[in-house]
């Protein structure tokens, strides 16, 4: 079958004041813009405050937007929480869900997570589904038992394939510098096929986790990596842009 789109995407996490977080997303669709046609996509996930001013600056560009968490709710009574379909009213494509840090930084558990993919889908957005192994799991031996788990509990049934993304994030590599050897991104990036059975060829597989401009060559060399899901290394512009060039 043909080589799925690529996809990288830059998640801010909460990182960005409006001056730095505008002129940061204007240098990567300067960049983008410079680089047209482009022959893959690429997506930016700054903080909910910035959303509406970024989404303003990159009207035009290649460069698409994101969101990093959303409620199950498209409305309601939920102090602090913003819903789907409020990312969708600032022009937001995609969004981040089941991300580590929500999952250890905020109890999430993958039945809610499958409640979020379910609502930020039925809203229009595309979802990255973020799955991963800790270190004491990597250590155990469990990580394909994990993903597994992790990855069948945090879909909906009525899961919609052409809204679908998978971030496989080892936990252990977030933000310490340590990335897997690509080999071992390719062993989880197959399982993860396997595990969404007939969907499986047609969804986008990224890997996550301490990419930088140095080792995105060789992890984006395997055709099992269909992208990349970038944290720190999305903060800076040109480095962020040394990244996504490796999608081509
Ligand atoms: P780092 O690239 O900073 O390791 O973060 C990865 C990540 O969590 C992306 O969602």
Redesign the pocket.
């Known amino acids: 079958m043909a080589r799925r789109r690529r996809l990288v995407?830059g998640?801010w996490?909460m990182y960005g004041r409006l001056t730095s977080g505008l002129v940061l997303a204007q240098d990567i669709a300067e960049q983008a813009e410079a680089a047209r046609p482009l022959n893959f996509d690429i997506v930016l996930c700054p903080p909910a405050t910035l959303t509406w001013a970024i989404g303003e600056a990159l009207l035009g560009t290649p460069v698409m937007l994101g969101g990093q968490d959303c409620h199950t709710a498209n409305h309601g009574a939920y102090t602090g929480d913003l819903s789907p379909a409020m990312f969708v009213d600032l022009g937001c494509r995609y969004m981040?869900l089941g991300?580590?840090?929500r999952r250890y930084g905020h109890g999430e558990t993958s039945e809610l997570i499958a409640k979020k993919v379910e609502a930020a889908q039925l809203a229009g957005l595309t979802t990255i589904v973020?799955v991963g192994e800790t270190a004491e799991e990597l250590k155990a031996g469990s990580t394909s038992e994990i993903i597994e788990k992790q990855l069948r509990e945090s879909l909906p049934k009525k899961v919609k394939t052409a809204n679908l993304v998978v971030?496989y994030?080892p936990v252990w590599?977030?933000?310490?510098?340590q990335a897997p050897e690509p080999e071992d991104v390719v062993t989880v990036h197959k399982q993860i096929r396997e595990v969404l059975g007939e969907i499986g060829e047609t969804v986008r597989v990224l890997y996550?986790?301490?990419?930088?401009p140095a080792n995105a060559e060789k992890i984006l060399a395997e055709e099992e990596v269909d992208g990349v899901?970038?944290?720190?290394?999305?903060l800076n512009a040109d480095g962020f842009w040394a990244i996504a060039e490796k999608c081509q």
Request: hydrophobic fraction near 35%; aromatic fraction near 0%.
């Open positions: 995407v998640n996490k981040i991300h580590s840090e973020c971030a994030e590599a977030i933000g310490t510098g996550g986790g301490s990419v930088t899901l970038v944290g720190s290394a999305s």
